[in-house]
């Protein structure tokens, strides 16, 4: 990632998420962690982020439940949202997109594609912007 970006990361699994502080923290990015979704909707209130990349499976608060509360949020509305996940079944797809995901990826992840997803979901994230400005 060659642009600053801030990410949040939230995922029940510790290793994934170490795994993400490994594979997406560079010069430029940083990455922090939820380990549930009550966790990430607590920090997500605290500070700023650019983009939150959020399992669906989670204690306390699912990924869903996440999303829906973020989009009900005027400061959280329109921060973008990569639901990574083990799941791909159609159902667990359309509730993603209803609750408001911007984009989808499945486990197991793929470090480097996934980089590149943060990348143009962020283009796009800054061209939305500009045009509702």
Same mark, same amino acid.
């Given at each position: +990632? =060659?642009?600053?970006?801030? #990410?949040?990361?939230?995922?029940? *699994? %510790?290793? &994934? @998420? ?42 306390? +608060? =699912?990924?869903?439940?996440? #999303?829906?509360?973020?989009?009900? *949020? %005027?400061? &959280? @509305? ?56």
């Amino acid at each position: +990632l =060659d642009e600053p970006v801030r #990410l949040l990361f939230a995922d029940d *699994d %510790p290793i &994934l @998420r170490e795994f993400a502080l490994v594979h997406l923290s560079t010069a430029n990015a940083s990455v922090e962690t939820a380990g549930d979704g009550l966790e990430a909707w607590s920090v997500l209130r605290q500070r700023p982020f650019d983009l939150l990349l959020l399992d669906l499976e989670m204690p306390n +608060l =699912d990924g869903f439940a996440v #999303l829906e509360r973020m989009r009900s *949020d %005027p400061n &959280l @509305r329109d921060m973008p949202v990569i639901v990574v996940t083990g799941r791909e079944d159609v159902s667990a797809v359309d509730r993603a997109f209803t609750a408001g995901a911007t984009s989808f990826v499945v486990k197991p992840l793929h470090w480097r594609l996934l980089s590149y997803q943060i990348r143009f979901v962020m283009r796009a994230h800054r061209v939305e912007t500009s045009l509702r400005q």
